[in-house]
């Protein structure tokens, strides 16, 4: 991976922002992490998906009732990775490091890695935000072209036409695919993938084996293949449309901005850290406490890129403080009033960007 520094010498922004949000912590006598509000999410979200899975195996369901029931699962699933799993892995759903590290296995119990995720999520994108050629989350090509530096192929014309089946298809390919790459190539796109103890092998495999044995084994002995394979590619739709448009919502979006590092070379970025998780970030849907309920406050991802090991519960707090302060600093404040907004924007922005690009003058004179 490229050495990559940002400057920090200036961090007058963040020193001041951190200063008052940690005041409001201090003075009203709360802690940083999760509450009962986050606690009783997490009973309904489990009791709803282990409820959906029970009738699923045990229930004498008609086809459509099966069906919609995968559709319920897939909606829970994903708003427990929303909530549970993402506050766990940042630490932020407790103030107990171990019950941080059980939650976060939610991931595993959802088919993926939560060893790999850590380091994906928490180190590689939270610091390296939409930075072409680090930056996993829009390592994509050349199925997706996400930002105007990476490749542009014919197929991006219609990039925007088959983005949503290809956000459907989108858990699978993590779980199957993406997940064993990184475990046998070592690497998380560019970067190193760190170091696997014994006990982090025996947990990746037991967990993909439980999960082939719950998801696959058990129900096609319930159902049969066909139905199986029906029921089980709807429940994954729905969680890969799910999961994928609310993670694009924050980065991909009109007025987000993005950096390029050429993978053999220094790079500087001439922001600070905190600057450019701003101005890489963006909010939706702000005003909406059932969305905000659903993912996990994740439609506050400029309030999380400054403070992740922060609980999303306190993020609607704290928003207010962000924005005084980028007020204050003269620094954007990218968010959205609806989520269709959110959604448009995106769109218009992954059109765009299936354009074929202007040649440069070096190409012209080469032409």
Known sequence: MAKINFSNSNSAFYQSLKTSVDSYFTNNNIKKTGDWRLYSKTIILVITALTMYGLLMFADLQ??????????????????????MHDANHGS????????????????????????????????????????????????????????SQKWVPAHKVQYLYLLPVYALSTIFWIYIMDFTKYFSHKIFTTDAWKMTLKNHLIFWATKILYITFYIVLPIMVWGVLPWLVGYLVLNAVMGLILSLVFQLAHVVENTEFEHVPLDAT?????????????????????????????????????????????????????????????????????????????????????????????????????
């Open 63 to 84: 086809n459509w009732q099966a069906l919609l029931i995968c559709v319920v699962f897939g909606i829970s699933l994903a708003s427990i990775g929303f909530n549970v």
């Open 93 to 148: 759903y407790s103030t107990r490091p171990m019950l941080n590290d059980f939650l976060g296995l939610s991931l595993n119990a959802l088919g993926a890695s939560s060893f790999l995720w850590k380091q994906k999520h928490n180190i590689i994108h939270h610091t390296y935000t939409n930075v072409d050629g680090i930056d996993d989350d829009i390592a994509k090509s050349p199925i997706i072209r996400h930002c105007e």
């Open 267 to 367: 790079k500087h970025i001439e922001s600070a850290w905190a600057e450019h998780q701003i101005r890489t970030t963006a909010n939706f849907a702000m005003g909406n406490k059932v969305i905000s309920w659903f993912v996990g406050g994740l439609n506050y991802q400029v309030e999380h890129h400054l403070f992740p090991r922060v609980s999303h519960i306190h993020y609607p707090a704290i928003s207010k403080i962000v924005m005084e302060k980028c007020r204050e600093f003269n620094l954007p404040y990218n968010k959205y009033d609806t989520m269709s907004g959110a959604i448009a924007s995106h769109f218009r922005v992954m059109k765009q960007l299936g354009k074929k690009p202007a040649m440069s003058m070096h190409q012209v004179q080469a032409a």
